[in-house]
């Protein structure tokens, strides 16, 4: 329902009814779905839990936290659900690669009939 409220999905009610995505998956960031699940606290607040901690007023954490906290606020809100589905997708491709070669190598090998 978060999701439903911020517009990332749409729901449908009755019995072929569901969720489905509200905008294009290229459109929706996986910052929009944090934001919307558990919000963005952790990524602005400050690390040691001081209510005041800024540059201009560091906690005793906050210049080892804040490259961390620029890294992952950067990485969700480049990162789209249609770049999830595309890693996903090629994942199970190469498991299905990798599983398929197993197989033929552990096939008995043939060898012509020479007699």
Known sequence: QDLVH???????????GGYALARRATAITLLDIKAAIEGM??????ASGFGRCSDDMPCPQHERFKPLRVAMRKYLATTTVADMAQALAEKRALLAQTRASRRSARRPRRTPNTG
Do not use: N
């Open 6 to 16: 911020a517009r990332l999905l749409r729901s449908s009610k009755g019995p072929r």
């Open 41 to 46: 606290s952790d990524l602005e607040g400050c």
